[in-house]
């Protein structure tokens, strides 16, 4: 385990799993377990597992001046997300540069909780609160447990009244196995999921009872990196494993847009304001890359960082790959030029270990393009 600052309740538990607690975000975090991985992935897919993410930071911004915080440090419009509802986000520097994406859930009329990971959202949300009346605190007590899966529902169904009805991306106040729980219809796998925001003593409870009495439907615990496997079919972004913080310019500073990115959808039309913005919109048509999709022949996975060439000389790099026996295909994430932002333009990825590997420019997400999985009603 490395010098991390932040704990988990259920760090006992990981460990009994395998883990040794590799960092994420100054918290221990179960990167690995022993086991097959592939399983787990094969459990959300097919079934449900359940995860530990409370190294995700929870920011809580209350007061008269809240919205006018949120709206400063994100893309969103927040005065139209209701209480009872979340949305994603991104923020930006004063370059128009990406530093962190969150979800904000609004709470309460001057309440909101934005989650965030290991960028600087929580600098930003500081920066924009100072001389305003308003509360902006971290809460390292809040832990994530995120239940994820088609049949995440169903076991949820037994214990939460009104579960069934809750939209994508609404959260409710609510209780499970006699705890206080708020329960929101969000996640980060391109499945029906839900995280559960619980209380740091009443996390091991509530990690054990949903494997114990979801042992029937299959429900499994699951590594943090198994996460790795399902975004890269469903195009969710890590930062900084995607970005220039990784894959640094030759000639230039880290720093990608949200244009580059794919990430553009997450500014509410018309915004104006936020850290940012005039940057971000002058900054349309100038992209130096796109993040795009890359089908693999056979089944070989590149490792993170493999270039990716063209007639021979390297255009790209692969950020993300993976195989998938359950869907017949490997596919990466990649950073490429932009007249490669297509679908079917032939390249090749050098691989170190496993040597070239032909290539083919394909759009994400890979799996469920419609987002009818995520989103499924009932």
């Avoid at 100072?130 to 995440?152: E, I, K, T, Y």
């Avoid at 219809?185 to 559960?196: A, I, K, M, N, P």
């Amino acid at each position: 385990m490395t010098n991390s600052w932040r704990f988990s309740t259920l760090a006992d538990r990981h460990r009994t799993l395998g883990s040794a607690l590799e960092d994420w975000s100054g918290m221990g975090t179960a990167w690995s377990y022993d086991g097959d991985p592939m399983a787990e992935y094969a459990a959300i897919r097919t079934k449900a597992g359940l995860m530990d993410v409370s190294g995700l930071k929870k920011v809580h911004v209350t007061g008269p001046a809240a919205s006018h915080v949120i709206d400063r440090a994100t893309t969103r419009n927040v005065e139209k997300l209701m209480p009872g509802r979340a949305v994603y986000a991104c923020m930006l520097n004063d370059g128009g540069k990406f530093i962190d994406d969150c979800v904000i859930y609004r709470t309460a009329p001057n309440a909101y909780m934005v989650v965030h990971g290991a960028g600087q959202g929580h600098e930003q949300l500081t920066m924009a609160a100072s001389g305003r009346d308003v509360s902006v605190r971290f809460d390292d007590n809040l832990h994530d447990l995120s239940l994820q899966g088609p049949l995440a529902v169903d076991f949820l169904d037994r214990h939460v009244p009104g579960i069934r009805a809750l939209p994508y991306f609404s959260h409710m106040a609510t209780s499970i196995f006699g705890r206080p729980a708020l329960i929101s219809r969000t996640g980060y796998t391109g499945e029906r999921g839900y995280e559960l925001f619980v209380r740091g003593q009443d996390a091991p409870l509530i990690w054990d009872r949903i494997l114990e009495d979801g042992a029937d439907l299959g429900i499994i615990p699951c590594r943090f990196t198994t996460l790795d496997l399902l975004r890269t079919e469903s195009y969710l972004l890590f930062f900084p494993y995607d970005n220039s913080e990784m894959y640094p310019f030759d000639d230039q500073p880290c720093g990608d847009t949200l244009w580059e990115l794919g990430l553009d959808f997450t500014v509410s039309p018309g915004k104006t304001g936020f850290r940012g913005a005039e940057e971000h919109y002058r900054l349309k048509g100038k992209e130096r890359f796109r993040i795009w999709g890359l089908r693999l022949e056979g089944d070989r996975v590149p490792g993170n960082g493999a270039p990716v060439l063209r007639n021979g000389v390297q255009v790209g790099v692969v950020t993300q790959a993976m195989h998938s026996a359950l869907n017949g295909w490997t596919v990466a994430i990649a950073r490429l030029p932009v007249d490669c932002a297509n679908d079917g333009t032939p390249l090749v990825v050098a691989c170190p270990e496993h040597g070239r590997i032909a290539a083919t420019t394909a759009p994400m997400p890979f799996l469920d393009p419609g987002k009818t999985r995520r989103t499924a009603k009932g």
